[in-house]
Each structure stands twice: as structure tokens, then as C-alpha cells.
């Protein structure tokens, strides 16, 4: 079976999902079954077909796994907001065709994404104004504690982080493709530990500083260990020396330590992690309140889980037992109801999504698209973990959205944007010389 034709098969269980998705909601809440359940599944099929009608015409020769791949996990996210609120998942669907646009646009205005090497410190530039648009007074929106978040008249909350992760990305990527040989014949040796050359190291410590600015100013832990590591990805790629990474590691939990202990709100958000069960901490909708519940609704959900609809989202006595579980605690909600193999199954559909974009990345024939592609993918796949890491408590909790399954336009738009260029790097690895 040729690719195109094995990306439209894969097309057909992402709609199947939707049906059996939307079939259970409907039975769980008046235990009928509705016609609109296939209309739903009909309606996904028919979005996603155009989208690989287009794949089809324009990028013949790209991975024919990565869209198919997409079409489920934002199927099982459209079930899974719906299941929550209605509402918010007729928007979510709403920024998902929104999304598509823009995946169509960027692949035709990008034909050639290589052009955008000559404009990289215009895009970092935009790409850290975007940064910092949520602490400005009048339109930055603060949630938890952590400001992610600007209001636009008419749109609602948009998070321009999804978009500037993009932007470092390209640019990490076109500088290190000019750099790499230098960082790597400009090395020293001291105490048995390769230095890199710290005159061509100033763009990559700008990157730790935001990386640490982030913690200060925006308040979010998630999003700086995010870009950060998506920094050290490129740069092992782009230069072959671990030693690299272990400096910037180390460099990382030097920072990260010294604001964790000094700083007030990181201090704050360290502790509800280490201390969730401390009643002096327990607030509701404050504090160490979601990270302990979601502890407990995992647990509920154990191996099987409890059933499609059946985990608790309120208390007796009025309040929600996971605040934001349409964004936030959506993977705590997944685990209740599907256990821990339908979680687990939901973390394969990610790796196999990153793993396809890193063998794009090995097939590329040029540098800059080797480091492109090992950003997105390194970016995408630290994304998932900074979420059901903060879920889980192996790191203190975030505000990133978790790719295609929570609730949030921008962070649906901004993901599609990330796979159109996944795929165009694909489509010309693989086309024939």
C-alpha cells in the first residue's frame, strides 16, 4: 500500500473514536443512543480526508503517520472536553478547523521553510516579545498563580507561548547550523570536562536566562524547563557532545535550586508539590488542592479504570473536586476513567507522534532541517511531559496544556502549525534526489 494511502486508512479510526466517543457521552447521560454520534464521527472524517486530500497534492512524499497520528489524539480529546462541557468542546472543535487553516497556510507560505534562516532574530525577537505579553498590565491574564495568558476581544484567553516555542526552535536551529563546528573545534579541556567556547556560547545563555526569567516573571516552572530542554536537544544534536548537556543541566538545577529557595511564588509552588497532603497547604483551588486530588483520581482509576464518564469532577457538597479538568487535570480525568493502560495507551500514541518526527529528522539531508525537525519533536514531546509530569508529581505543576487533548484554541493552532512543519521537512527528506 503506498503512503498517501495508508495515512487515509489511518484516518478511519480517529473518526471511529469520535462515534464511539460521542455514543458513550450520550448513553452515560440520558442512556440512549443519538444519530448525532454518527454526524460528529462523520463530520471529523470529513476535515481530517481534506487535510490529506491536500497532504496528498502538495507534500506527496511526507511521513505518512504524523497526520493520522494528530486526527486521534484530537479526537480523543474532543470526546474527552465534551464529556466535561459541551460548550467548551464545540469550541475546542472550533479552533481544531481554525487549526487546520493555518496547517494548510503554513505549508503553503513555507513551501520552502528553509527561507526562514534568513529572518531568524526577526522571529526570536517577536518569538520573546511573545514571552512576555502576559505580564503586561491590561491584557495578561493570571491562572493559578502562573501568568500564561493574554485576553483578546473576541477570542477569549490565548497563551502566545505555544507560538514562541515555535519561534526558538527556528531560531536555535539556524544558528546552531552556522555555529555547530565552531562550538565543537573551539572546545577546551579542563578538570577532564569539555568547555565549550564561551564567546559563541551568548545566544545559548540568553536562552538560559529566559529560561530563568520565565520562573521569575511568568511564574511557570513548566514552560522554562520546556524551552530550556528543547534548547539542550538541539544543541546535543547539533554538536554531538553529551558534555554540552551535563553543563547545562547542572546549570539549569544551579538556577532552578537558587529560585526555588529565594524566590517567593516558585518557593511556593515547590513546596504544594513536595507537600501535597499538608493541611496547612490544602486550599481549594489554591495551593497543593489539585495536585493532591489528582493524585486521588488516579488511584481511583487503577488498571481498568472506572468507566468512560464515570470519574467524580465534583464533591458532595458542591465545588470541584479537580479544578480545571478540562485543561489542567485532563490526564488525572483519563486515568480515572480509562486506568492506567488506557493512560498508558494515550503516552504511546505521543511517542510514536515524536518518534516519527525524529526520523524525519535522521532522514533530513541538510543540517538546518535535522535541527528543526529534533526541535519540534524534542519541544512536542517535552510538552506531554511537563503535563502528566505536574499530574503525577514527578515535577511540581504546570499550566501547559497537554498537545491536542486539553482544552485551549491556541494550543491546538500552535501544534498543527508545529506538525505542518514536521511534515514539510519530511516530505523533502523523503523525496527522491
Known sequence: ????????????????????????????????????????????????????????????????????????????????????????????????VIGLILFVATIVVFRDYRRLERYRYTIVVVSLGMLILPRLPGIGEQANGAYLAIH??????????????????????????????????????????????????????VIWGIAMLIMIVLRDIGSSLM????????????????????IGLFAFALGAWYLGTHISHVHARVEDWLHPFDPRLYHALLGSYQSANAIFAQAAGGLFGQGFGQ????????????????????YAVITDELGLFGSAALLCT????????????????????TLLAVGLSAMFALQVFVIVGGVTRVIP?????????????????????LVALLLLVSDRARRPA
Open 1 to 96: 500500500m503506498r503512503a498517501r494511502n495508508r495515512e487515509l486508512m489511518g484516518l478511519i479510526p480517529a473518526s471511529l473514536l469520535v462515534t464511539a466517543g460521542f455514543a458513550g457521552v450520550f448513553i452515560q447521560r440520558s442512556n440512549a443512543l443519538s444519530n448525532v454520534s454518527l454526524t460528529y464521527g462523520a463530520i471529523f472524517l470529513g476535515l481530517c480526508v481534506v487535510a490529506h486530500v491536500f497532504i496528498r497534492i502538495t507534500l506527496p512524499y511526507a511521513d505518512p503517520y504524523m497526520f493520522p497520528l494528530v486526527a486521534v489524539l484530537a479526537s480523543f480529546g474532543l470526546v474527552m472536553i465534551y464529556r466535561i462541557d459541551a460548550t467548551q468542546a464545540r469550541e475546542q472543535a472550533q479552533w481544531f
Open 152 to 205: 483578546v476581544p473576541g477570542l477569549g484567553a490565548f497563551q502566545p507561548a505555544e507560538f514562541a516555542k515555535i519561534g526558538l526552535v527556528i531560531f536555535l536551529a539556524s544558528y546552531l547550523r552556522d555555529t555547530r563546528q565552531l562550538l565543537v573545534s573551539g572546545t577546551r579541556r579542563f578538570l577532564g570536562i569539555t568547555i565549550p567556547p564561551i564567546k559563541h556560547f551568548g545566544p545559548m545563555l
Open 227 to 246: 524551552f530550556y530542554g528543547g534548547l539542550l536537544a538541539v544543541l546535543y544534536v547539533a554538536t554531538g557532545r553529551i558534555s554540552f548537556v551535563v
Open 311 to 330: 470519574a467524580a469532577l465534583t464533591i458532595p457538597g458542591g465545588g470541584p473536586l479537580l479544578p480545571a479538568p478540562q485543561t489542567d487535570m485532563i
Open 350 to 369: 505521543y511517542l510514536l507522534f515524536v518518534a516519527r518526527g525524529f526520523k524525519a529528522a535522521v532522514m533530513a539531508r541538510d543540517s538546518f532541517s
Open 397 to 417: 505543576l504546570t499550566g501547559v496544556t497537554l498537545p491536542f487533548i486539553s482544552y485551549g484554541g491556541s494550543s491546538v493552532v500552535a501544534n498543527l502549525v
